[in-house]
């Protein structure tokens, strides 16, 4: 029996159609439209599959899971060969590998009842390790080179996805962080420079060196207001070091508390300029429904929401 409310077709088309709004600028031409067919073609394959599927009763959500997987690491992959510099005629079975990998691990996943944190670290790990047993047979046959190998390995789209994310957080900055960051700078100046110093380590590469600039400044604590001081205090959580590996869990249930507790039309302004792919996983959290978001992107996400509707 088909899946009752799964139009993997229309899904795959508006899969690929987002997938055309937020492919690097740099990718053009033929590539860019590669990038675009691939998705479309993968997650039609797919979704046709698992359309057609009488054994596993897989539900709608599931399947569009599934086929979502499919795409995301279809485009991120397919950048990845790309900047790499594979040619173009090994690309397809390169891809078809990463994508039968993502569909059988996958499915595994949901039918072992896999918790979505369990289930997106295991298709990325299942992921990294089809991609690199490929290149490794590329290279071994000849087709190419010990340095583009090399490339390939340190090349990763989703990571340049979190930091570009991170970028443009910083150059958000709000001036109610500035000041927060300001009045924990008066706290710190009261303590010894060692201790300041280590305290300051804790934070953020971009926080830490707004804070050591107001650690340096003097007559900082003259300079602001002591009830702003006060009121910033009591905001800032002060003393808990950020952990080295985001919790997807944790913050997407982050990401539910913010929908739920803040003006739902306020937060989705917030994100009005966002990719496509940011936009559905805060819209989907106001029904506590998963969006497959790499966890390092998901925590710059909600940092950047809370620090503006504070």
């Known amino acids: ?36 067919n691939l998705i479309l073609s993968f997650c039609n394959m797919s979704g046709e599959a698992l359309y057609n599927d009488t054994k596993s009763n897989f539900t709608a959500d599931q399947a569009m899971l599934i086929t979502q997987f499919i795409g995301e690491w279809a485009f991120h992959k397919a950048i990845d060969a790309i900047k790499t510099g594979i040619d173009p005629q ?9 994508a039968f990998t993502v569909f059988e691990i996958a499915k595994l996943a949901i039918q072992r009842n896999l918790p979505q944190d369990q289930m997106i670290a295991l298709v990325e790990e299942h992921v990294k390790k089809a991609y690199n047993k490929a290149i490794a047979e590329l290279t071994q046959s000849g087709a190419i080179t010990e340095e583009i190998a090399e490339k390939a390995k340190n090349q990763s789209n989703i990571d340049d996805m979190a930091k570009q994310m991170q970028e443009d957080v910083t150059s958000k900055m709000s001036d109610n962080k500035i000041l927060k960051l300001a009045a924990f700078a008066v706290i710190l100046q009261r303590m010894p420079y060692e201790k300041a110093i280590a305290i300051i380590n804790k934070f953020d590469k971009d926080d830490a060196n707004v804070l050591m600039q107001y650690l340096e400044m ?30 997807p869990n944790k913050v997407f249930g982050k990401m539910c508390k913010i929908v739920k507790n803040s003006n739902f039309d306020k937060v989705l302004n917030i ?9 559905m996983y805060v819209q989907n959290a106001k029904n506590r429904e998963v969006t497959p978001l790499p966890a390092k992107v998901a925590e710059v996400l909600v940092q950047h929401i809370e620090e503006k509707i504070s």
Not at 18 to 35: F, L, W
Not at 271 to 279: A, L, M, V
């Open 90 to 98: 090994y690309r397809d079975g390169l891809m078809q590998k990463v």
């Open 271 to 279: 994100i009005k300029d966002e990719r496509p792919i940011i936009q």
């Open 1 to 36: 029996m088909a899946i009752e409310g799964f139009d993997y077709k229309a899904f795959a088309k508006d899969l690929a159609g987002q997938a055309n709004a937020v492919i690097p600028k740099e990718i053009q031409g033929a590539d860019r439209q590669y990038i675009i």
């Open 218 to 247: 003097e007559d900082l604590d003259r300079k602001l207001d002591k009830s702003i001081i006060k009121k910033c205090l009591d905001e800032v959580k002060i003393s808990i070091p950020k952990p080295k590996h985001a919790n």
